[in-house]
């Protein structure tokens, strides 16, 4: 699917590009990545895992935002990230890790499904994503 299409389906709202909405995104990526580690850091696994995607998905908010798009839900986020990956834009990696996150997160949230190891391997992919997401921003 498309981004038009998607803006059809309803998924995404096609704005313009909104240069400070991505600024207040990015922000928020950067401050839940840093909770994340603080969360980490106090053995707090439920919500280094929480706030690790958090910053997955702000980060993920900001590109859109550039791209002058705007989300209706997690889910239209990743699609969004699938119809990068197909464009050639974005590695299809960042689209299934996004996933990935949001999938831990939602383990995490709602079946108490976390623990040190999960945490870990959380953060790093946020870290990772996120900074793929701000060469993606210098590009754009």
Known sequence: MDLEEMVVQGLIQKIGPAKDLAEKEFGEAGYDIESARKAFEEKDYKWTIVKAYYAVFHSAKGIMFLMG??????????????????????ENRYANDFK???????????????SKEKAEQVILLAEEFIERMEELRNKL
Not at 70 to 78: D, M
Not at 100 to 114: I, K, P, T
């Open 69 to 90: 798009f705007r989300e209706k839900s997690h889910f239209a986020v990743g699609q969004f990230l699938d119809t990068l990956s197909k464009d050639g834009k974005l």
């Open 100 to 114: 990935a996150a949001m999938s831990a997160r939602q383990g995490a949230d709602y079946h108490y499904d976390y």
